[in-house]
């Protein structure tokens, strides 16, 4: 049976141990633990500088084994700043247009796609031809057969495909997956996931269907879809889902508002989950198994995430997700590690083939069965 510390060290966390530190003192200490890290460095461009983007290039920063080298934008003020906030050469700077050319530049090994979910096929597709890998932002694509395209074209140009699924190395996530696999729960019966917040600006991409692909469940309630499957630890065989829209004006066509979803799985397990854009304090996970139970609440947020089993409160201090995100994915990339839930482009693909078959459901009011 694992350990706490044999779990920590799997996960590349073993400095995290340390209680009552501050994020920033967190930082530090594990800095000082690895003073000269001479590992291999992961270079990677971001496309598409918005609100997530920044995100993911600050926490960048105290990474150890991934640097920011380059950035692709269409907004050529942005590039300035960006250059001068993270030092980054003209040399490895491009525009929609341009960034084939990323191709003949040694300086990038791959690229984060940050930009709205409909642009992402197309985008992920030009990376694998000019032969980098590619980290893509959730939902991968908007359907299951552009994600099919995608995961087809980065295995033609024999480059690796990730999913920006940043839960995947959340510790606490990590320790009720340990728990549920090594039996300690028993037997799990039910998975609930709650997914909402109300979103604000109306005229904002994630309200244009042809820019978000859907509304609620691509950007949020996929967080439940996701969740339910590491959770329960299964794929669920069938789906069945129901639309409720209080403001079509709103969430035009095409943009669902709140979607109640249930799966069954095949080991007897259901579940039942809440996708929406019109209720607030919605970001909840409750595991329930015959022997015990889990419940994260905030479960998916960028923390801190609080989670509790039926043993007691999970008391591992809170890590920038984002940070650890870039340290395990370089280390998939460059080392060939094997996350304990995968990130890649087929993991991308199962969460694409149960969102179209929640918007079938929605659609046919029947339940759909899943392969
Ligand atoms: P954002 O609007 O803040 O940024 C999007 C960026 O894409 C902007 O810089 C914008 O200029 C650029 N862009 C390029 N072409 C565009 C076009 N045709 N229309 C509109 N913008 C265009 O959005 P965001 O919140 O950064 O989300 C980007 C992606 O990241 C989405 O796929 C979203 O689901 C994902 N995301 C993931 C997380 C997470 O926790 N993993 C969090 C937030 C967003």
Redesign the pocket.
């Known amino acids: 049976m694992s350990t706490r510390r044999d779990f920590l060290q799997k996960i590349g966390l073993s400095a995290i141990t340390i209680p009552f530190l501050t994020e920033s003192e967190q930082m530090k200490e594990q800095s000082s633990n690895n003073p000269k890290y001479d590992g291999p460095v992961l270079r990677v461009a971001i496309m598409?500088?918005?609100?997530?983007?920044?995100?993911v290039a600050e926490a960048m920063k105290n990474c150890k084994s991934a640097k920011l080298t380059g950035v692709i934008?269409?907004?050529p003020s942005?590039i300035k700043n960006w250059q001068a906030k993270y030092n980054i050469p003209e040399k490895n700077c491009y525009n929609?247009e341009n960034f084939d050319a990323v191709k003949n530049n040694p300086d990038i090994d791959a690229i984060y796609v940050?930009?709205?979910?409909s642009?992402?096929k197309e985008q992920v597709i030009r990376v694998a031809k000019a032969g980098k890998h590619v980290i893509c932002?959730?939902?991968m694509a908007i359907n299951a057969k552009e994600g099919q395209e995608m995961v087809d074209a980065c295995k033609k140009a024999n480059v690796k495909l990730l999913v920006?699924?940043?839960m995947h190395f959340e510790p606490k996530t990590l320790e009720i997956i340990r728990m549920r696999k090594e039996g300690e729960l028993g037997k799990t019966l039910f998975f609930q996931g709650l997914s909402g917040f109300v979103i604000g600006d109306p005229t904002?991409?994630?309200l244009n269907a042809k820019?978000a692909g859907g509304g609620a469940m691509?950007?949020i309630g996929i967080y439940s879809i996701n969740g339910a499957r590491y959770m329960i630890g299964e794929e669920p065989s069938w789906v069945t889902a129901q639309e409720t829209k209080t403001d079509p004006v709103k969430f035009k066509e095409g943009v669902d508002e709140t979607i109640q979803f249930q799966f069954g799985f095949p080991s007897g397990a259901v579940a039942s989950c809440l996708s929406t854009y019109n209720m607030n304090n919605l970001d909840r996970f409750f595991l329930d198994a015959e022997n015990g139970w889990a419940e994260m609440w905030p479960s998916t947020n960028?923390g801190p995430i609080m989670g509790r089993t039926n043993k007691g409160e999970l008391n591992y201090p809170h890590v920038t997700?984002q940070t650890v995100q870039m340290e395990e994915m370089s280390a998939i990339i460059l080392q060939g590690k094997k996350p304990i839930v995968p990130v890649d482009g087929e993991e991308g693909l199962r969460d694409l083939k149960i969102i179209d078959a929640v918007y079938e459901a929605v659609r046919t009011g029947k339940k759909v069965m899943l392969k």
């Open positions: 598409g500088l918005g609100g997530y983007g920044t995100i934008s269409g907004t942005k929609y940050i930009t709205p979910n642009l992402h932002e959730k939902p920006g699924y940043r904002q991409w994630r820019l691509m950007d960028y997700h």
